[in-house]
């Protein structure tokens, strides 16, 4: 579980998160959701210590990571994976190196477990056929499905995504969905998502932060989304006509 | 002032991040043979064409620009080794392959930055500095000095090609002057010169390469920064080295 205790970040004098605080559950895939520019990736970038928060806490399982010491920080870091937004898969690396690059940087077994470990995180993302391809020989999908297994590799206990659907196809992002949340059930991660994605929040939605203008404005799960009252909220999620549509049906059965 | 105040002390901070204890010797002597190959053999094709081609025209002009008969001829072989040896292998070819090394380093690293590979190193708990400066720094180190030595040698070479083809140059008087009054510690201070500038090269460039923010505009900006300033530290550094090590 991590906790984030009334985090502020300014940058220049703007203040970009303004005293936010959450709870990401264990075995969840907690979405972080908010228009461009409203702190969310300040917020994520925060939470997996990339940018120093002016103030707050943040807690992974009890242990204060914004005090942490440079030998605490190194451990906990080993628990954490991360999906970038452009996958940042090593370019000189095939994908099997690239999945064998925590392994070997930390991991103690032998060359031979570290492939059948690589090996197994591929067929996990139904990757096998791929392993000796470089990352500019796949596609959008492929690459985003190799990050997801680098990142697991470690078995990391948080995992972290940003914008893990951008520059997909919706059929493709719903395969990349599907697999983190069932990734977050297997193996009883805590998922934290950094999305704009409405497909996203609707599918594997255990846990919602809407942000506005770094100000933490609605919390709840996906079937709660349908029924909020919050005008913010219903202003992003349903901005198109569709959603729109989807939100009147849902909210009429439901008085019906 | 400030904004070079500023970049000398993000340079020394990430100097003092590279360079330390590698966090698995096995990936970093792996990673230190990659880098030797890709800068450093890579460059050898260069560096030959190079050096016969310079040690060719050195001669000529020389052979051309002597024409006084109290001159003696070996004179020619003997400038020719002189400038080879001082100043073209090391500090001419490092002012070479900072162009052409330095902006591989810092578009390799910038472009790492860009694409968000350094964070990715960085979240996994990896010392990306030293994972990716230190190898390089190391690699060039070694294998400049490697460089210089084939360049020595092919840009004689030249010079005596220039000598079988030139009238004016007696193949036997180059040859003359070649040995005349051969000084092995000029070969010694070139290739110390050398170790210097690769790391000023390596350094460098892994410098902007490692600061770019933005995309692949800012990329090429780093890159070209990079060259530009090796090549002004190379010259100050020349300088302070001819004072401290030939005077």
């Not at chain 1, 059948?116 to 492929?142: H, K, T, W």
């Not at chain 2, 002012?95 to 996994?124: H, P, Y």
């Amino acid at each position: 579980m991590i906790e984030v205790k009334n985090i502020i970040k300014s940058f220049e004098g703007r203040t970009v998160l303004n005293n936010i605080s959450a709870v990401f559950e264990t075995g969840k895939t907690n979405l972080i959701i908010g228009r461009s520019g409203s702190g969310k990736t300040v917020m994520i970038k925060s939470i997996i210590g990339l940018i120093k928060p002016d103030s707050g806490q943040i807690l992974y399982d009890n242990r204060d990571f914004t005090s942490m010491g440079k030998n605490e920080l190194h451990v906990i870091r080993r628990e954490m994976g991360m999906l970038f937004q452009g996958s940042a898969l090593f370019d000189s690396m095939t994908v099997l190196e690239n999945v064998l690059f925590p392994l070997d940087m930390f991991s103690k077994e032998t060359k031979k477990e570290k492939i059948a470990r690589a090996q197994f995180c591929l067929d996990r993302v139904n990757l096998s056929e791929a392993g000796n391809l470089y990352p500019s020989e796949i596609s959008g999908g492929m690459m985003k499905r190799a990050a997801i297994a680098r990142a697991i590799a470690l078995k990391p206990k948080y995992l972290f995504c940003d914008e893990p659907n951008s520059g997909l196809d919706p059929k493709t992002a719903l395969l990349i969905d599907d697999l983190i949340h069932s990734i977050t059930i297997e193996y009883q991660i805590t998922t934290v998502i950094n999305t704009h994605d409405m497909n996203s929040v609707m599918n594997i939605g255990d846990n919602i932060i809407f942000i506005k203008e770094g100000v933490k404005e609605w919390e709840g799960n996906k079937d709660q989304v349908m029924n909020s009252t919050n005008k913010a909220l219903n202003d992003f999620v349903f901005a198109s006509d569709l959603f729109k549509k989807v939100k009147e049906a849902e909210m009429f059965n439901t008085e019906s | 002032m400030n904004k070079a105040l500023h970049r000398l002390g993000e340079y020394t901070l990430l100097m003092t991040k590279a360079i330390s204890l590698p966090d698995k010797w096995s990936m970093f002597f792996k990673q230190l043979v990659k880098e030797i190959y890709k800068l450093g053999v890579d460059s050898i094709w260069i560096v030959i064409i190079i050096s016969i081609f310079i040690g060719t025209v050195i001669a000529i002009q020389i052979s051309l620009n002597i024409s006084s008969p109290l001159i003696p001829k070996f004179t020619i072989g003997y400038t020719t080794r002189e400038i080879i040896l001082l100043e073209f292998s090391s500090s001419i070819m490092c002012l070479i392959l900072a162009g052409k090394i330095g902006s591989n380093i810092a578009s390799e690293i910038g472009t790492m930055r860009v694409t968000e590979q350094i964070d990715a190193m960085e979240i996994m708990g990896v010392n990306s500095a030293n994972f990716l400066i230190l190898p390089k720094m190391i690699g060039l180190m070694v294998f400049i000095p490697v460089l210089v030595i084939f360049s020595m040698f092919t840009g004689i070479i030249g010079g005596y090609l220039a000598s079988m083809v030139t009238p004016s140059l007696p193949t036997s008087a180059f040859e003359y002057g070649l040995q005349y009054f051969f000084n092995s510690y000029y070969v010694t201070y070139s290739i110390i010169k050398s170790v210097v500038y690769a790391f000023i090269i390596s350094s460098i460039a892994a410098y902007f390469g490692y600061n770019v923010r933005g995309g692949a505009l800012d990329v090429g900006k780093a890159s070209t920064n990079a060259v530009v300033m090796s090549s002004i530290m190379i010259l100050m550094a020349d300088v302070i080295m001819t004072q401290l090590m030939l005077t």
